[in-house]
């Protein structure tokens, strides 16, 4: 006898704006690939999560990879809109670079945010397809603030020896690093000995004075 087919759960009935849709489905994923893993987060159980139907999921998403790499987009923009509205009010070059210092090394030390971080950066996530091209978008949206203030440190005369476009990302390596948050997941020293450790790199770096 033939097996049958698991029928359609109903899920929320079709009363949501798409994006709302969305919303609800990348909410949902990042509950479950943060209690269960990315490769054990099943898509059955992010619908569940949800409340959503199949034909829901698949109005928005051709797999579980296209999901996750629309869930780290989101999250990578979030987190460079606030990076950019740090260091925005930060006023000087030198504050700027300390705010944005800081909320880097937050990536690995703040729980709620080391925790999507782990998620988003983990081994099986990186198989997924599409996430090489996400991470690059990540990275140039998060350094592009850096590369800013650089600029504006090099005019200024408080970052004499700057060189923006080069030094940008080999200062955000050195802070990824720091916060723990390297492929190679060394343990990161304290928030605070990692701050002052890459300040102190920075200063010297970029010819800082006084």
């Avoid at 959503?52 to 051709?62: A, D, G, N, V």
């Avoid at 850096?146 to 476009?165: I, K, N, Q, T, V």
């Avoid at 200062?171 to 300040?199: C, N």
């Amino acid at each position: 006898m033939p097996e049958t087919a698991p029928a359609t759960r109903a899920g929320r009935p079709r009363r949501f704006e798409s994006e709302d849709e969305l919303r609800f489905l990348l909410n949902a994923a990042l509950v479950v690939m943060e209690r269960n893993g990315y490769v054990d987060a099943a898509v059955a159980d992010i619908l569940r999560e949800a409340d959503l139907s199949t034909r829901s999921f698949y109005r928005h998403f051709e797999s579980k990879d296209q999901l996750l790499c629309a869930l780290f987009r989101r999250e990578a923009d979030a987190a460079a809109a606030r990076l950019r509205d740090k260091v925005d009010a930060a006023g000087s070059p030198r504050r700027a670079l300390d705010a944005w210092i800081d909320e880097i090394l937050s990536f690995g030390h703040h729980r709620v945010k080391a925790a999507r971080v782990s998620v988003l950066g983990s081994p099986g996530a990186m198989k997924a397809g599409g996430y090489a091209a996400e991470m690059r978008h990540a990275s140039d949206v998060l350094t592009a603030p850096l590369a800013a203030l650089l600029r504006r440190g090099a005019a200024d005369g408080s970052f004499p020896l700057a060189d923006p476009a080069a030094d940008a990302p080999l200062i955000q390596s050195v802070v990824w690093a720091a916060a723990g948050l390297h492929p190679a997941r060394d343990t990161p020293p304290s928030r605070a000995e990692a701050a002052r450790q890459v300040r102190s790199f920075c200063e010297r770096a970029l010819g800082v004075t006084s």
